[in-house]
């Protein structure tokens, strides 16, 4: 007779929101550096924050990491799957209405943004500007990888169900390797083979299939070292019991990013060996800067990047994504000052500090409200003691 299965809860991990606040900063300073003229002017730091548009890739990899993970968890303990609409109700509601206001704010608000067409709203009210070139407006650049992130929110109850499908208690990791990997490499030999032009193609999921399936791959990991069922991925607690040294190795590899072997700083399009080169950089450097914070034990570390000020920066993190390109946008405009010039110091500061008013406004006002409605209603009905029972009976046949 089998040993009873243990049924560890889903814990949040509060250290992660450091990592939001860290993709969100590093975006943040990719378009300072871009509209002040560093990023294309070359010089010493052009490399440097050029490159920090690899918060792009932070923030795929978390969100690969923390939406599979209910369903890996589900399946190893036995409990009913999420329920793919709630999810849906609930993603939906903590992206669209806080963005919403953004767009309409962007549009109506920015001069130069005077000449928008009706085609213009819907496009972007539907997150479907990505899929041409030349549509993204002014202020809402950045919002090419919120609309290939949805796409990838839509895909995933598809993508759970089949990674946790049949007697595969672990979300089949080498099955999600190879399939982010096959996708990722043939969109890029694609784009390489002239079949597929850069723009807009390496704005759509596709090309970044490799950054989710990592985040799902840590996802399925950590949740089966939990359950003490995948020991040999084991040398994964033991690199975030040595978190300097992974984000020490992080920072190395951002350095190998900064080099041409990335592609271009500036405006030109990388080629497409240049591009697979930085995909899967950035891939290694957001692993990197998570796995200490997802896995092992609790840390002085951990503790210290879960406290107050960090928590309340992950809250608004995602407001300081959608407002700081308006913020720019604004300073520009009311000092009338040219396009790619100023001091980065002032202008980076300036615009954290505007972009953390709007999105506290945001949060406080938007994001906060719209997410406690999500969660009541529609109202999920109470597990009966039938339901528990028969949950119970699944996790002991299954194991």
């Not at 090309?207 to 359950?227: E, H, I, N, S």
């Not at 396009?339 to 980065?344: C, K």
Request: with cysteine; proline share 6%.
């Amino acid at each position: 007779m089998s040993a009873p299965i243990s049924t560890p809860t889903l814990h949040r991990v509060p250290a992660l929101d450091a990592v939001r606040v860290i993709g969100s900063v590093a975006v943040v300073g990719h378009h300072v550096g871009f509209a002040t003229g560093i990023n294309t002017g070359g010089g010493v730091w052009g490399g440097w924050l050029s490159r920090l548009d690899a918060g792009v890739a932070v923030f795929f990899v978390l969100s690969g990491f923390l939406l599979f993970r209910p369903w890996v968890h589900a399946k190893t303990t036995g409990k009913a799957a999420p329920d793919p609409l709630t999810y849906l109700w609930r993603r939906a509601m903590r992206i669209l209405p806080a963005y919403w206001v953004t767009v309409v704010v962007c549009l109506l608000v920015l001069p130069r943004n005077a000449n928008v067409t009706n085609a213009d709203w819907i496009r972007h009210l539907t997150l479907t500007q990505i899929y041409e070139a030349g549509n993204l407006k002014h202020g809402l650049s950045q919002t090419w990888s919120l609309a290939t992130e949805v796409v990838f929110y839509l895909l995933l109850p598809v993508l759970g169900v089949y990674l946790t499908s049949g007697r595969h208690r672990s979300g089949r990791p080498w099955a999600i390797i190879g399939f982010s990997v096959l996708i990722t490499g043939v969109w890029v030999a694609l784009i390489a083979g002239g079949v597929l032009t850069p723009t807009p193609h390496t704005m759509w999921l596709p090309a970044y299939a490799l950054w989710f399936g990592a985040g799902m791959l840590l996802a399925a990991v950590q949740v089966g070292l939990r359950d003490g069922r995948m020991a040999r991925w084991g040398f994964l607690d033991g690199m975030a019991a040595a978190p300097l040294a992974c984000w020490a190795a992080a920072l190395a590899v951002f350095a190998i990013a900064t080099t041409p072997v990335g592609g271009p700083h500036g405006l030109t399009e990388p080629s497409a060996g240049e591009l697979a080169v930085k995909l899967v950089l950035y891939m290694l450097l957001a692993v990197l800067i998570v796995v200490p914070l997802a896995f092992g034990p609790e840390t002085r570390t951990k503790l210290a990047l879960s406290g107050g000020t960090v928590k309340w920066l992950g809250a608004v993190s995602y407001g300081l994504f959608l407002w700081h390109p308006f913020v720019i946008e604004s300073i520009y405009w009311v000092t009338g000052r040219p396009e790619f010039t100023g001091s980065f110091g002032v202008t980076f500061a300036l615009t954290v500090a505007g972009g953390l008013v709007l999105a506290a406004l945001c949060y406080y006002l938007i994001e906060s409200p719209c997410q406690r409605l999500s969660h009541r209603w529609p109202r999920t009905p109470r597990p009966t003691s039938t339901d528990s029972q028969r949950s119970t009976a699944q996790a002991s046949a299954v194991s």
